[in-house]
């Protein structure tokens, strides 16, 4: 896609999409919603895919949660604050937003750990089907830490991991892939892969399918139960706004629970935790995706903040996020001079995430001068500017202004 | 060890031991700490050695955290804020208090997930050394999850795991021997194992010895560099108070960080984790320990707590902490009935550590009258009650009155 000139010296375009904005936001049915942020009116915060902003509900009750449960009950919040069942009860209200029925997600550890038990997991399930398969096929341009994580996976595990575009998965699948691990938008690009049509590939070849959700869980609809997918791992504290490093998530699909077998089977994923045997039984259902002592001010702190999801439908937020940006991407093309940036973004909304991803090639500089202006998104190296649009916060009228100071910046770098 | 009969009817044995305590409490050079902690008149927590006492600098910081450097900083405050080195940097704070000079230690993850990694690491430089050794010896009687981690460890490097009692330990070492994974301190009895003395016979026959700290950091000294300890990991919400599911610490001795291994190789233990580099290379130093992001409202309410230690001996601690157990015994044995209740506790200092165990059959519904006291304490399966003392917040007025309402608790049970 390309930008036709216009460049900064054209107030009468502003003003038209300024207008447009204004317009859009009265429309907009999740509106509301932003009263339920912490938000400055200086600044456009577009980075909420990296840390999603304040919810106003968060302060007051990891307040509580410190003076209270931890300073005056101290011990007895374990079970009398309901601090041990955290974790499955934070996954039950993360479960909806990716479209799993109740005994599927856990909320412990971070991505990273939970990618580890996710691949060594559906490596043992797709060996115990079949030992021939010793091949993980890895997301060529994942987010690295999937990618290390795998490989670690299947040196511990005797397999062998190649690096697929997810376009060319289905080609690259074969009776010795064990388990294919993937995300469902590109970090660095914000495309959106096919979730549904992958997996029914990877199920086709007989292996198991492992998704990242990270940019994707409480972005738009994942549908992990409808589309069958058999273990997914996602982030907190980008589009769920949990807080910095709140502890991610692990999906289990029902019908491999039985033979999920952690590579960490801590102590809180053990049938009876303080049965204290020494061997290792595991919980049923979700639960056996536990592993040490849950980080109860992270994990508190995130349900808390999931209580913005109140009354929001998935459908509504997805329909808002490609509004954003798609009148994002018509700012960008009416404000910028052409040639100045490459959106990298797919322009077709179904491989579109709630990102656009800008490429130029003084980038880094760029974002460091757009900050000082307000607008936050961020550098990915080495030429990516990444906006995230978080349609819980974000109004039509952000956009435009985010892509008014975007352009005034490019025209002065 | 036998308690002598005097029970509850002795009002001038409890005048001779409160006045007793009177006099401890005035001599005691630690007793101004107290009053950095969140406690009440009413009780006496004597479960420190599950959950520490909130430290009072910590709701002020974390405040201070989620408001304005989450709320109105956001992104900003991975670096403006400090965030993204709180590890390495909590880590340093609590190096001086397990004997570690800089660079060894981080903090991140669970107990149960550094056990992992410690393991994995342990066993991996053996062999790195010596291809034949497969065996993995732990404590026979560790807390659980160390055993569970450690069968995971053996079963994805291809050894077996022998469980074995600590004293046992020099007799069971051989060429095969890789790594020797211990506890410091036994949960269950409160027994202190040799940590000088293991280490050096570990070390005698070529293997690596891996201690688990949980129940001796911030109890008593623990010489980790002068012992010549290969790995540790340990808990931070039990004697370091910092709070409930704090994350843990990872010691890596400087000797072996070249060689250690991680099988957790997340983008936050990469050299360059923003150069978004598709293979792996570990970070210098402890930072290779490190995994994914780190969670940062359980990170810094553990650095605000680790504030208490500011001008403290870990002698002192050491001193207090056996004058505390001394008392508790004497009390005990004064108060409670003989054949009551059985010492599970060693009587020498040198086998024990910051706590007293006592057994009797009806344990758990002693506890649970115990605690309807005012005094905490816990419950350990099938029939331990188990006394945490934790030096910089207990008297030993709160011992005396722990010991007689004891004593009045199993005369009515």
Redesign the interface.
């Given at each position: 896609m390309s930008v036709t000139e216009t460049g900064s010296a054209h107030p009468e375009a502003y003003a038209h999409l300024a207008a447009e904005a204004a317009k859009l936001d009265a429309q907009d049915v999740l509106r509301d919603k932003r009263a339920e942020f912490?938000l400055?009116e200086d600044s456009v915060?577009l980075?909420g895919n990296?840390?999603g902003?304040?919810p106003k509900a968060?302060?007051g009750r990891?307040?509580d949660v410190?003076?209270r449960e931890?300073?005056?009950l101290?011990?007895?919040?374990?079970t009398e604050s309901g601090?041990w069942t955290a974790p499955e009860r934070i996954g039950e209200r993360i479960a909806p937003l990716v479209g799993a029925a109740p005994g599927q997600v856990v909320v412990a550890?971070?991505?990273?750990?939970n990618v580890?038990k996710a691949v060594?997991g559906a490596v043992r399930i797709a060996r115990g089907r079949d030992e021939a398969r010793d091949e993980i096929l890895v997301d060529?341009a994942t987010?690295?830490?999937d990618?290390?994580?795998a490989?670690?996976a299947a040196r511990?595990?005797g397999c062998t991991v190649r690096?697929v575009q997810p376009g060319e998965v289905p080609a690259a699948l074969g009776p010795r892939t064990a388990a294919v691990l993937l995300n469902h938008v590109d970090y660095?690009t914000g495309r959106l892969h096919d979730l549904p049509g992958l997996t029914a590939a990877v199920h086709e070849a007989g292996a198991l399918a492992v998704w990242d959700l990270c940019h994707s869980a409480g972005a738009l609809p994942v549908g992990l139960d409808a589309h069958g997918v058999d273990l997914a791992v996602g982030?907190t504290?980008k589009f769920l706004n949990g807080?910095?490093?709140?502890?991610?998530f692990l999906y289990v699909r029902a019908e491999h629970q039985g033979a999920f077998d952690?590579?960490?089977?801590?102590?809180?994923g053990?049938v009876e935790p303080?049965?204290?045997?020494?061997?290792?039984r595991p919980a049923d259902g979700s639960l056996r995706g536990r592993?040490?002592?849950?980080?109860?001010?992270?994990?508190l702190?995130l349900e808390a903040a999931l209580g913005v999801w109140d009354g929001v439908e998935l459908d509504a937020v997805r329909a808002k996020s490609l509004a954003l940006t798609d009148f994002f991407l018509r700012c960008v093309e009416a404000y910028v001079p052409e040639g100045r940036v490459e959106v990298v973004t797919p322009a077709g909304h179904a491989e579109r995430g709630s990102q656009v991803a800008l490429r130029c090639a003084d980038a880094a500089a760029v974002m460091e001068r757009l900050i000082a202006t307000g607008v936050?998104g961020?550098f990915?190296?080495p030429d990516i500017l990444r906006f995230g649009f978080t349609p819980l916060y974000l109004g039509f009228a952000d956009v435009e202004r985010a892509a008014r100071l975007l352009a005034e910046t490019l025209d002065t770098v």
């Open positions: 912490v400055d915060y980075d990296s840390l902003a304040l968060v302060p990891i307040a410190i003076g931890w300073g005056e101290r011990i007895r919040s374990w601090w550890d971070s991505t990273s750990v580890f060594v060529a987010f690295p830490t990618g290390y994580i490989e670690s511990l595990t690096p660095r982030c504290y807080g910095p490093g709140a502890p991610a952690s590579p960490l089977p801590g102590w809180n053990h303080f049965g204290m045997e020494p061997g290792f592993v040490g002592t849950p980080d109860i001010l992270s994990l702190a936050v961020d990915r190296s």
